[in-house]
């Protein structure tokens, strides 16, 4: 009989939680192409969107802390593939390489080139921020 009651009980709590993570709690912003972010002690922004024969390039300004490895944390969103930054194959942007404390680093991520309209994001801190690359 115990065992019945705590069975009931299981999954009364199990569907009450379905129920709060269902909700219409859940909203994703999206920046427009310009805007600012801070996440942790970072403050970011995707300044363009182009796309080469061989990538996709994103131009990014970065500030907030003195050598941190300026492609970690960005990825970019196309239908339901998400790509991580890869080397730049375009030699007349400048890479990111690392951030700087007092000053903005503005430089290129490379991604796969997509057929379709890409979403950028960037992840720090446990944060994630997301830029729409149209109007």
Same mark, same amino acid.
């Given at each position: 009989? $115990? =065992?019945? %009651?705590? #069975? /009931?009980l299981i999954?009364?709590? #199990?569907l009450f939680?379905? $129920? +709060?993570?269902?909700g219409d709690g859940a909203k /994703? +912003?999206?920046l427009q192409l310009g805007e600012s972010a801070v996440l942790g002690d970072m403050t970011v922004s995707v300044n363009s969107v182009s796309k080469s024969e *061989? @990538? *996709?390039? &994103?131009? &990014?300004?970065? @500030?907030?802390v003195e050598g941190a490895d300026a492609l970690s944390g960005w990825r970019m969103l196309v239908g339901a593939v998400i790509s991580e930054a890869q080397p730049l194959s375009d030699g007349s942007v400048t890479p990111c390489t690392t951030t700087k404390l007092a000053e903005p680093t503005i430089c290129t &991520?490379? %991604?796969p080139v997509s057929e379709g309209t890409p979403t950028i994001a960037y992840?720090? =801190? #446990?944060q994630q921020e997301q830029w729409a690359t149209t109007p």
């Amino acid at each position: 009989m $115990w =065992a019945l %009651f705590c #069975g /009931v009980l299981i999954l009364g709590a #199990g569907l009450f939680k379905l $129920w +709060q993570t269902t909700g219409d709690g859940a909203k /994703v +912003q999206l920046l427009q192409l310009g805007e600012s972010a801070v996440l942790g002690d970072m403050t970011v922004s995707v300044n363009s969107v182009s796309k080469s024969e *061989t @990538q *996709t390039l &994103v131009e &990014v300004s970065m @500030q907030g802390v003195e050598g941190a490895d300026a492609l970690s944390g960005w990825r970019m969103l196309v239908g339901a593939v998400i790509s991580e930054a890869q080397p730049l194959s375009d030699g007349s942007v400048t890479p990111c390489t690392t951030t700087k404390l007092a000053e903005p680093t503005i430089c290129t &991520v490379a %991604f796969p080139v997509s057929e379709g309209t890409p979403t950028i994001a960037y992840i720090r =801190a #446990g944060q994630q921020e997301q830029w729409a690359t149209t109007p």
